[in-house]
């Protein structure tokens, strides 16, 4: 069993930049697939960035086109821990962003969930 959690939400004004962290127990970190999900109010969850690994020490990173370009997922397995680097903050950016993780690669077969942190972004 693996449980995740989330730490690095917080209130920041359009234009600045927040560093979302998701730290896991429990599995073989490095081998696990993570993304980062949101949930805006009234809207549904949706993807935002990924992190799977293929094989070796070998990932691949994909976004969400709101926000490629802006958000950076990393991951240091030393630290069980998957980051998300968020720059160019926009209000829409504002949400509870969950992070999750599977042992395959489809997410929306992710089996792990955090409780979620939430960022809000001012105008």
């Known amino acids: 069993q693996v449980q995740l959690v989330e730490s690095g939400g917080g209130l920041v004004q359009a234009g600045g930049s927040l560093r979302l962290s998701c730290a896991a127990s429990?599995?073989?970190?490095?081998?696990?697939?993570v993304g980062w999900f949101r949930q805006a109010p009234g809207k549904e969850r949706e993807f935002a960035a990924a992190?799977?690994?293929?094989?070796?020490?070998?990932?691949?990173?994909d976004y969400a086109g709101s926000v490629k370009g802006r958000f950076t997922i990393s991951r240091d397995n030393a630290k069980n821990t998957v980051y998300l680097q968020m720059n160019t903050l926009k209000p829409e950016d504002t949400a509870v962003y969950y992070c999750?993780?599977?042992?395959?690669?489809?997410?929306?077969?992710?089996?792990?969930w955090g409780q979620g942190t939430q960022v809000t972004v001012s105008s």
């Open positions: 999750a993780a599977g042992t395959r690669v489809d997410r929306r077969l992710y089996d792990y």
């Open positions: 992190i799977s690994w293929i094989g070796g020490s070998s990932y691949y990173a």
């Open positions: 429990g599995g073989t970190f490095s081998t696990l697939h």
